[in-house]
């Protein structure tokens, strides 16, 4: 036995032991905050797991497998003109980094034999936060307005925070590697407008299905809402059009498919909670069946899934138990977190863009943490500083940035994104209030 | 001959290097293969989408967790 290697585990189960021993399993607070995990967790799956997630982890998959990465890259490429590489840089995260194990890769591609320093920390900055999951969660969950800011902000300060970073370091030129970039094969030939068209149909799907019930009975928002399973059904027929012309698979296939979806949409018109069930099903067993590029966008789409759905399991517990649902309290005392990240002063937007920029968000978590903290009395600016400083860093990436742009760079990117997070995150208050 | 799979510890990335070894041992080559983690070695091959494949320090595949049949495929071809 190698003592030297196994303190650690030795470490990990003292620590769980301790804390078992301890646990105040007597104290209200305590069965509180566990009663509120359960029921952050219930909420979670009844509300935003089938008909948000699902068709976000097709839409991500769609986008790793269709898109194509290189004809994106060309434009972050040595050659490529400053002011360009800056703008693709800001939001190409949306469609390159849709995992967050990609994002790492490609900045220090950009560094070291592309557009440069700038637009590298440019990507990287805004990378974690313009990726479409992001998006989608942070606005379902957190509110249109922090969604869109969120990824606003973040579009917006990754270019001045590139410029900043070349600007400071602009004496020391980094000698180019020369080497050709690999990039993967191109999907098949279809046009520009085609792809756009496809991914406009499953963003229709998420959109429509989603939509909320407004406030007002009367008006467009509420005829939209009545409407709103009708128009999901005309964008699930679409997407069948575009996946038998444009994707070749067979039209009896797709029919069979729409077969129990009609079905249960008419036997079960106020739940269409199954009609949709059958959908996604159905999509998938035709993907399955289907050619190369059904089955690898059926892969990627399980991918993200497979990665994504356990760590926000995992995520949502912690979040529950510490902070509970909206109103309600954890573990930890509202008080505390009032205190920290209350209202709307500097110093709470500095503690929170501090605190984020170090701390470990695993993909897509940060959303239920923040709910919770925002539950607990946390103000939209602090929340917005949280947002922006959070899932672009923390301690881990921050040694792999180091070891690819040295101690000084990654000392000066992080304290601009902490300086940045914090004033966007004040100024957004500002405007809120 | 040699291969190498480059990439971090996502799981497409695990997932190639285990249809790699595979791959090798359905061939019969009797040679190991190793992942590159290191991204300063990853970016020298001109790789930003990991995994990739890297036989005869030739990139011959980027961004996929490719089929063991593929694989031998890619081998056969670069013999």
Not at chain 1, 42 to 57: D, T
Not at chain 1, 288 to 312: C, H, N
Not at chain 2, 34 to 49: A, P, Q
């Amino acid at each position: 036995m190698d003592w030297t290697r196994e303190w650690k585990k030795l470490l990990l189960i003292a620590v769980i032991f301790l804390a078992a021993y301890f646990m105040p399993v007597e104290t209200s607070r305590f069965q509180n905050a566990v009663l509120e995990a359960f029921q952050l967790v219930r909420w979670y799956a009844r509300e935003h797991v089938l008909l948000c997630l699902i068709p976000a982890f097709f839409i991500a998959g769609a986008i790793a497998v269709f898109v194509n990465q290189a004809s994106v890259m060309k434009y972050l490429g040595a050659q490529a003109k400053k002011v360009v590489a800056y703008g693709v840089a800001s939001v190409s995260g949306s469609v390159l980094a849709v995992c967050s194990c990609t994002v790492l890769p490609l900045f220090s591609g950009i560094y070291k034999m592309g557009a440069g320093l700038g637009p590298a920390v440019a990507f990287l900055y805004a990378g974690p936060a313009v990726n479409v999951l992001a998006i989608i969660l942070t606005a379902r969950v957190l509110g249109l307005e922090l969604g869109v800011a969120r990824a606003i902000g973040a579009v917006v300060f990754s270019v001045v925070i590139g410029v900043l970073m070349q600007l400071i370091f602009r004496k020391e030129e980094t000698e180019r590697q020369n080497v050709q970039m690999a990039m993967p094969e191109s999907g098949e030939g279809r046009s520009l407008w085609q792809n756009g068209l496809y991914f406009l149909t499953l963003a229709g799907i998420l959109i429509f299905a989603n939509w909320a019930k407004p406030a007002q009975d009367s008006g467009v928002w509420h005829t939209i809402y009545q409407m709103k399973w009708l128009i999901t059904g005309i964008f699930s027929v679409g997407l069948g059009a575009i996946l038998t012309t444009w994707f070749k698979v067979k039209w009896w296939k797709l029919l069979m498919a729409a077969v129990p979806i009609a079905i249960l949409a008419f036997v079960l018109p106020s739940q269409p909670v199954f009609a949709f069930s059958a959908g996604v099903i159905g999509l998938s067993v035709v993907l399955m069946r289907g050619e190369d590029e059904e089955r690898e966008w059926l892969d990627s789409t399980w991918d993200f899934a497979k990665q994504i759905l356990p760590l926000l399991l995992f995520g949502v517990l912690i979040a529950g138990l510490l902070l509970g649902r909206v109103g309600k309290e954890g573990l930890i005392p509202s008080e505390w977190i009032y205190s920290a990240v209350g209202g709307n002063g500097l110093l709470a937007n500095f503690f929170a863009s501090f605190a984020g920029a170090f701390m470990y968000f695993a993909t897509l978590t940060e959303v239920p943490i923040l709910q919770g903290l925002i539950g607990n009395g946390m103000g939209k600016g602090p929340a917005l500083a949280l947002l922006l400083a959070g899932p672009a860093l923390s301690l881990p990436n921050m040694l792999v940035i180091r070891s690819v742009m040295g101690t000084k760079k990654t000392i000066v990117f992080v304290s601009l994104v902490i300086v940045m997070a914090t004033i966007s995150g004040y100024i957004f208050g500002l405007i809120t209030l | 001959m040699k291969i190498k799979v480059l990439g971090s510890n996502c799981v497409k990335c695990d997932n190639l290097l285990k249809n790699t070894r595979q791959a090798v041992e359905q061939l019969g080559l009797g040679i190991e293969v190793n992942k590159e983690i290191e991204l300063d070695k990853i970016v020298s091959y001109g790789v930003m989408t990991i995994p990739a494949l890297v036989i005869n320090e030739k990139v011959v595949s980027v961004g996929k967790a490719l089929a063991v049949d593929k694989i031998i495929e890619l081998i056969k071809a670069a013999e």
